[in-house]
């Protein structure tokens, strides 16, 4: 996502929102169809409105888990809703810095909000930020206990391009962190950095069933 401001690096999703749902059928026929056969697959799309029965700002962000139930955060709002795939609400969580947050639900469906905090200078720069991790689930629905992440503060430079635009969860608790600046961060469950990815403009983050980091790339042409 390019952009010349920080609230703009995020695409904005203005209501109504479309929640689309893949179903994949197989075996389907067609008596009317001969090109299709029994050993073809079909995929089927379904776009339902999630804007009827919940009430839902600018998306800042959103998670989507094993029971096709979605969590988002909004720009302008300290909740995360999390609804179900009719659009109905379910749960509602609260925190003084849900706004702005990441989300990523691991493969157990446990839910990880990485909120962020800063503040723009008279110039729109950012010299400061501040993070933590916060997870909810069936063993702690309140999301007691979040954790800081190391602090970026009082840096001269300015410093946008560090804020998280996608983070992923592996098996491991493993958090993998997309940034403005296209790099990707890797931190362990205690939340210490074990690695950066930065050969390459990396342009979105995936994590599959066998804990593989999946990502497409941009590649740099210098003259």
Do not use: W
């Not at 909740?79 to 493969?107: M, R, V």
């Not at 909000?113 to 909810?136: E, L, P």
């Amino acid at each position: 996502m390019k952009a010349n401001d920080v609230d703009n690096k995020k695409l904005r999703l203005l209501i109504p929102i479309v929640f689309i749902i893949m179903s994949v059928l197989y075996g389907c026929t067609s008596a009317g169809n001969p090109a299709i056969n029994e050993d073809e697959s079909m995929r089927l799309y379904e776009a339902i409105r999630i804007d009827q029965e919940a009430e839902i700002g600018d998306v800042y962000a959103m998670s989507l888990n094993s029971n096709d139930q979605l969590a988002i955060s909004q720009y302008d709002s300290e909740s995360i809703l999390l609804i179900d795939k009719e659009g109905k609400p379910i749960d509602e969580y609260k925190g003084s810095t849900y706004n702005k947050s990441q989300l990523a639900f691991n493969s157990t469906d446990s839910l990880y909000i990485i909120s962020q905090s800063y503040t723009k200078d008279d110039k729109g720069q950012i010299h400061s930020i501040q993070r933590q991790r916060t997870v909810v689930d069936k063993d702690n629905p309140s999301g007691a206990g979040s954790k800081p992440f190391k602090a970026l503060e009082n840096t001269k430079e300015d410093i946008k391009n560090e804020i998280f635009q996608k983070v992923r969860v592996d098996s491991k608790a493993n958090i993998y962190a997309l940034k403005l600046n296209g790099e990707i961060e890797i931190y362990d469950e205690n939340l210490n950095k074990t690695n950066v990815l930065s050969e390459k403009q990396y342009k979105d983050i995936a994590i599959d069933e066998k804990d593989n980091l999946i990502t497409p790339i941009t590649k740099l042409y210098m003259d």
